[in-house]
């Protein structure tokens, strides 16, 4: 196992490669990188550096894989699982400083950046030119954090996740060499495919430093709409009739009663109270965007929707997304004093109603508040389960719920998670999902990380190889 602490010896080799001012052994900066967005337990590293290049970023790797040290990368920080949580403390590895635009190509549709740029400012500046990158994980995360989680959320049924819109990586394996990975083409059958290798590989197989991304045009023609159902087997249902219909929208989220409850509780909205589908159309023409949304309102109503409403103007569609994307806020602003789980689960899209069904049946046998909400068109549910914090046994009727609603993803032939990452809460559930396949990547693991230096603790019940 490699060591958990530094030595001042070992602080100094940091400060003589990133300069003094960029290594901390302070308190302050140690808890900040402690713990992310998750309830996992947080875990001090013993120094925080920020490098500022790839050569850096080797020669800090060179000197931890030959001193066993442990480093774990570090983004934004609002991954959900404990992705970036340094569980054998060491060093924390921030990429704050590689925060560079590098070149953008609009007749490519391709941007090359820096791992620490921000997701929204990145777009904020692509916009510029008519473009943007697609997958959209709601919070400012960085663009390395959303390749190592292979980051998703409302765009993906048009889109794809972040695998499907990166070209090429530069990246720092765990023994300090800088390989390159992909290339600028659209398409290769030239050798392994290694780029995907690294992304949702959590910063344990590389630290990305550079990726040139996939752009998408601006859509010239958009539409929301929401549809409204009696019940939530309806609304579930007819998310497999749009996405069956050939139709493929930009977005289709689904909410159950007591979410829109509580979003029309904050801002003010009049979305009837009943199990809810947020969608978003893009097209080239206002008229096939017309002929879509025909389609889709007959599916909606073949499902005996309550109430359709499309067309919405780009102010209200742009606040329904925001408040969307601050779902999880509001729930905790409206439940003072209780905290939740958010589990990510995905099944094929046929079963997404099954998922649904198995998810708010064990909350509701439990008597407790039953938020459901997911990006539906990629059969991806995200249930929030309720625990007063503090309480061992409110936490462990949440953890048990949270483990019936995996195993229900698993026999629908899903996965454990399906944008938020193994992390430190998913490692148990590997076995199961992948079976013999888990001994290839710990194989890989091992081969690339010799003596498990990189983000050890994560995706692997524990990392066992190395001489340390």
Same mark, same amino acid.
């Given at each position: 196992?490699?060591?958990?602490?530094?030595?001042?010896?070992?602080?100094?080799? @940091?400060?003589?490669?990133?300069?003094?001012?960029?290594?901390?052994?302070?308190?302050?900066?140690?808890?900040?990188?402690?713990?992310?967005?998750?309830?996992?337990?947080?875990?001090?590293?013993?120094?925080?550096?920020?490098?500022?290049?790839?050569?850096?970023?080797?020669?800090?790797?060179?000197?931890?894989?030959?001193?066993?040290?442990?480093?774990?990368?570090?983004?934004?920080?609002?991954?959900?699982?404990?992705?970036?949580?340094?569980?054998?403390?060491?060093?924390?590895?921030?990429?704050?400083?590689?925060?560079?635009? @590098?070149?953008?190509?609009?007749?490519?549709?391709?941007?090359? #950046?820096?791992?620490?740029?921000?997701?929204?400012?990145?777009?904020?500046?692509?916009?510029?030119?008519?473009?943007?990158?697609?997958?959209?994980?709601?919070?400012?995360?960085?663009?390395? =954090?959303?390749?190592?989680?292979?980051?998703? =959320?409302?765009?993906?049924?048009?889109?794809?996740?972040?695998?499907?819109?990166?070209?090429?990586?530069?990246?720092?394996?765990?023994?300090?060499?800088?390989?390159?990975?992909?290339?600028?083409?659209?398409?290769?059958?030239?050798?392994?495919?290694?780029?995907?290798?690294?992304?949702?590989?959590?910063?344990?197989?590389?630290?990305?430093?550079?990726?040139?991304?996939?752009?998408?045009?601006?859509?010239?023609? /958009?539409?929301?709409?929401?549809?409204?159902?009696?019940?939530?087997?309806?609304?579930?249902?007819?998310?497999?009739?749009?996405? =069956?219909?050939?139709? #493929?929208?930009?977005?289709?989220?689904?909410?159950?009663?007591?979410?829109?409850?509580?979003?029309?509780?904050?801002?003010?909205?009049?979305?009837?109270?009943?199990?809810?589908?947020?969608?978003?159309?893009?097209?080239?023409?206002?008229?096939?965007?017309?002929?879509?949304?025909?389609?889709?309102?007959?599916?909606?109503?073949?499902?005996?929707?309550?109430?359709?409403?499309?067309?919405?103007?780009?102010?209200?569609?742009?606040?329904?997304?925001?408040?969307?994307?601050?779902?999880?806020?509001?729930? #905790?602003?409206?439940?003072?004093?209780?905290? /939740?789980?958010?589990?990510? @689960?995905?099944?094929?899209?046929?079963? /997404?109603?099954?998922?649904?069904?198995?998810?708010?049946?064990?909350? #509701?046998?439990?008597?407790?508040?039953?938020?459901?909400?997911?990006?539906?068109?990629?059969?991806?549910?995200?249930?929030?389960?309720?625990?007063?914090?503090?309480?061992?046994?409110? /936490?462990?009727?949440?953890?048990?719920?949270?483990?019936?609603?995996?195993?229900?993803?698993?026999?629908?032939?899903?996965?454990?998670?399906?944008?938020?990452?193994?992390?430190?809460?998913?490692?148990?559930?590997?076995?199961?999902?992948?079976?013999?396949?888990?001994?290839?990547?710990?194989?890989?693991?091992?081969?690339?990380?010799?003596?498990?230096?990189?983000?050890?603790?994560?995706?692997?019940?524990?990392?066992?190889?190395?001489?340390?």
């Amino acid at each position: 196992m490699p060591q958990e602490n530094l030595g001042p010896q070992h602080v100094d080799y @940091l400060m003589s490669v990133v300069g003094k001012e960029h290594v901390s052994v302070t308190a302050a900066d140690r808890e900040q990188h402690a713990r992310d967005q998750s309830f996992h337990e947080a875990h001090l590293p013993t120094a925080v550096v920020w490098p500022a290049s790839a050569s850096e970023i080797s020669a800090i790797l060179k000197y931890a894989n030959q001193h066993h040290i442990p480093v774990t990368p570090w983004g934004a920080g609002s991954s959900l699982e404990g992705n970036p949580i340094p569980v054998h403390g060491g060093i924390i590895l921030d990429l704050l400083r590689l925060d560079r635009i @590098l070149a953008i190509r609009p007749d490519d549709f391709q941007v090359d #950046v820096q791992a620490g740029v921000r997701y929204k400012d990145m777009n904020a500046q692509l916009a510029r030119d008519g473009l943007f990158f697609a997958p959209d994980p709601g919070a400012n995360a960085s663009i390395g =954090g959303m390749i190592a989680n292979n980051a998703a =959320g409302t765009r993906t049924p048009r889109y794809g996740a972040t695998k499907d819109n990166v070209l090429r990586l530069e990246l720092v394996t765990p023994t300090g060499d800088i390989i390159h990975t992909g290339s600028l083409a659209h398409k290769s059958s030239s050798a392994y495919d290694l780029t995907h290798l690294f992304i949702g590989s959590e910063g344990t197989l590389g630290v990305v430093t550079t990726a040139t991304l996939r752009l998408a045009p601006l859509p010239e023609q /958009f539409s929301a709409a929401v549809a409204s159902f009696e019940t939530v087997t309806a609304a579930t249902r007819a998310v497999s009739g749009v996405m =069956g219909s050939g139709i #493929v929208p930009a977005a289709l989220e689904f909410l159950n009663t007591a979410v829109v409850r509580e979003l029309n509780g904050v801002e003010e909205f009049s979305l009837p109270e009943r199990p809810t589908l947020l969608m978003e159309f893009h097209s080239a023409t206002a008229a096939a965007l017309q002929e879509e949304l025909g389609l889709v309102r007959a599916i909606c109503q073949g499902e005996n929707c309550a109430a359709f409403e499309a067309g919405l103007g780009r102010d209200e569609r742009d606040r329904l997304w925001r408040v969307r994307h601050q779902t999880y806020e509001i729930l #905790v602003r409206a439940n003072p004093g209780v905290a /939740f789980l958010i589990v990510d @689960l995905a099944v094929p899209v046929s079963r /997404f109603p099954d998922l649904v069904a198995a998810c708010q049946g064990a909350m #509701v046998r439990e008597n407790m508040k039953t938020y459901l909400v997911g990006h539906a068109g990629d059969g991806n549910l995200h249930p929030l389960v309720p625990y007063q914090p503090g309480n061992e046994a409110s /936490f462990g009727l949440a953890t048990a719920i949270h483990a019936e609603m995996v195993q229900a993803a698993l026999a629908l032939g899903g996965t454990v998670t399906a944008e938020h990452g193994v992390g430190i809460g998913k490692r148990k559930y590997m076995g199961q999902e992948h079976g013999r396949s888990l001994a290839v990547m710990q194989t890989i693991k091992q081969a690339l990380d010799p003596n498990g230096i990189l983000n050890p603790g994560k995706i692997f019940a524990e990392t066992t190889f190395g001489n340390g």
